[in-house]
């Protein structure tokens, strides 16, 4: 198990689709541990391995003092909506308030290559939509309203981490509001 390097906006790994996985072998399993390990000492609520370099349709997540993982999720949303606030890991500091479903069935299998499902709401909703987003090339300043997403794009640019590897500091501003996945 080991700490990586979280890729930061920009990073062209976190525009493209990620690949489905089709062996369920020990570097799938190192891949979770690993993903868990960085999440966890970031920290954040969630983790998608396109966030470490790597394109295959993998998450992490820890919410609510639950820790789990998803591999190649399908998801089934509530017509019912939340609005609240979210960060990520690959935009340190930043977080705005965005609009997703309130609950959410994800399907998909463990990292044995087993079947499961999840059901959440709230957090843990927010956080399976945001890191299937990441599977898909999306982050969630897309998600954003324009008037949110223009003043997004501009503290980007400002950033002093714009172009630059995420450090992984366990005392970083990512912790201070608990939403970054």
Same mark, same amino acid.
């Given at each position: 198990?080991?700490?990586?390097?979280?890729?930061?906006?920009?990073?062209?790994?976190?525009?493209?689709?990620?690949?489905?996985?089709?062996?369920?072998? $020990?570097? +799938?399993?190192?891949?979770? !541990?690993?993903?868990? /390990?960085?999440?966890?000492?970031?920290?954040?609520?969630? #983790? =998608?391995?396109?966030?470490?370099?790597?394109?295959?349709?993998?998450?992490?997540?820890?919410?609510?003092?639950?820790?789990?993982?998803?591999?190649?999720?399908?998801?089934?949303?509530?017509?019912?909506?939340?609005?609240?606030?979210?960060?990520?890991?690959?935009?340190?500091?930043?977080?705005?308030?965005?609009?997703?479903?309130? $609950?959410? +069935?994800?399907?998909?299998? !463990?990292?044995?290559? /087993?079947?499961?499902?999840?059901?959440?709401?709230?957090? #843990? =909703?927010?956080?399976?939509?945001?890191?299937?987003?990441?599977?898909?090339?999306?982050?969630?300043?897309?998600?954003?309203?324009?008037?949110?997403?223009?003043?997004?794009?501009?503290?980007?640019?400002?950033?002093?981490?714009?172009?630059?590897?995420?450090?992984?500091?366990?005392?970083?501003?990512?912790?201070?509001?608990?939403?970054?996945?």
């Amino acid at each position: 198990m080991a700490v990586r390097p979280i890729r930061l906006f920009g990073d062209p790994v976190l525009r493209t689709q990620a690949e489905p996985v089709v062996d369920f072998d $020990r570097e +799938v399993q190192q891949l979770v !541990n690993d993903l868990i /390990d960085t999440m966890q000492a970031a920290p954040g609520a969630g #983790l =998608a391995a396109p966030q470490i370099g790597v394109s295959l349709r993998v998450f992490t997540y820890d919410v609510d003092d639950v820790v789990g993982h998803l591999i190649n999720p399908s998801l089934e949303l509530s017509e019912e909506e939340q609005f609240g606030p979210e960060g990520c890991l690959s935009l340190p500091g930043l977080e705005y308030d965005c609009r997703r479903a309130l $609950r959410v +069935v994800a399907h998909g299998f !463990n990292m044995y290559g /087993d079947p499961v499902a999840i059901e959440g709401s709230d957090r #843990l =909703a927010r956080a399976i939509q945001h890191e299937t987003d990441h599977l898909d090339g999306v982050l969630f300043i897309d998600k954003l309203d324009r008037e949110a997403r223009k003043a997004a794009m501009k503290v980007i640019r400002e950033a002093d981490w714009a172009g630059e590897e995420a450090p992984v500091i366990k005392d970083s501003p990512h912790a201070t509001f608990g939403h970054a996945f």
